[in-house]
């Protein structure tokens, strides 16, 4: 017969959850903020850890609650320092995770779906379609997991992984707020960044958030018929649309978004659809992440040359649009932008 676990994620509890069950235990108040350090800011995986609780404490914990912490099937260390995961969830469910580090900074790619259901052709993930959206508690175990095994802090998460962040849109807000909480990992909302293919619901909610996260958008083009090619689920989120409300995100937040351009040869990289694009940024509050298409096995897509890239930042840049052109991380293991899909082969745990 099948083992089920019946115990219950201690992080799902919350702060208030956790205060709440200690005052039912009948544990003073220090113990509660014990807890909480040893469950959101030391980033504990069993009770055995909280050597400052009593042992019956601990030992009551344990019968009830779990740490739900996610199961590292494989990893892979890129030649720039970049690490790819793959991590398993308790139903048996797994996405990739990429961390990257960078002289003082940690920066962590999440997952918010295992899969995607967006199928962006360009795109690995999209190619092999949606198993399930993730957990808040799921999202946020991928940094802490991160964080444990740099033994050090993680600075910043970009909502770049498997998965469209706003087709689960409750549980990423969700995570960004344990993310950015002063009791968990404590980042600055300037340092979350979550993308969307341009889901105009997702954006306008997102616009009225108190919290100053950052707006990412996969644009990849600014013509209408070549973005229903390359990204058929946003379809029906025509650019005239996307523009008005990033333009009203815009107004109602002061924020800069960020444009992300994967440049795709004989695709997006022509003259009118470089033109397209200055036309569409230009006059607007808005940054462009030009980015050189990342090779997929058995793809029809492939790079655009460096000296596109220049061109088009050099024209987007005299028409007072930022530009950077950047550089992928990871490429080597299939931890880059769109290469994110849980191919088991070839992929050798470096531990």
């Not at 909280?50 to 404490?57: D, E, F, S």
């Not at 003082?104 to 795109?123: D, E, P």
Request: aromatic share 6%.
């Amino acid at each position: 017969m099948e083992h089920v676990n019946r115990l219950q994620d201690i992080h799902a509890l919350g702060e208030d959850g956790i205060r709440e069950l200690m005052a039912e235990m009948g544990q003073p108040a220090f113990r509660t903020k014990q807890l909480i350090e040893w469950v959101y800011e030391k980033n504990a995986q069993s009770f055995d850890e909280m050597t400052n609780l009593p042992k019956a404490l601990r030992a009551q914990l344990a019968e009830r609650f779990d740490f739900m912490a996610p199961t590292e099937l494989l990893r892979q260390v890129s030649q720039d320092g970049s690490r790819k995961y793959l991590l398993q969830f308790a139903d048996g469910v797994s996405v990739e995770t990429v961390a990257m580090p960078q002289r003082n900074k940690l920066s962590v790619c999440v997952s918010t779906q295992a899969g995607c259901g967006m199928r962006c052709a360009f795109c690995a993930t999209g190619l092999a379609g949606l198993t399930r959206s993730l957990t808040a508690q799921e999202i946020v175990s991928q940094v802490v997991h991160v964080a444990r095994d740099f033994g050090e802090r993680v600075t910043s998460v970009v909502f770049m992984g498997q998965g469209e962040p706003f087709a689960n849109y409750d549980a990423t807000i969700a995570a960004l707020r344990m993310l950015n909480s002063e009791h968990g990992p404590n980042i600055g909302a300037r340092h979350l960044t979550v993308s969307t293919c341009g889901i105009i619901p997702g954006i306008r909610a997102f616009s009225k958030l108190p919290e100053q996260f950052t707006l990412a958008i996969s644009l990849h083009s600014a013509v209408q018929s070549t973005r229903n090619q390359l990204m058929p689920g946003v379809k029906k989120y025509t650019l005239l649309r996307l523009h008005e409300a990033l333009q009203e995100y815009t107004e109602k937040t002061g924020r800069r978004p960020t444009y992300e351009y994967a440049m795709i040869e004989g695709i997006n990289d022509t003259d009118p659809e470089m033109r397209a694009l200055c036309d569409f940024c230009e006059g607007t509050l808005c940054h462009v992440n030009l980015i050189q298409l990342n090779d997929i096995p058995d793809s029809p897509f492939k790079p655009s040359p460096m000296k596109k890239l220049e061109e088009l930042q050099r024209r987007l840049e005299q028409r007072g649009v930022e530009t950077t052109i950047r550089n992928s991380r990871g490429n080597d293991i299939d931890a880059a932008c769109g290469q994110l899909k849980q191919r088991i082969t070839g992929f050798k745990s470096q531990k």
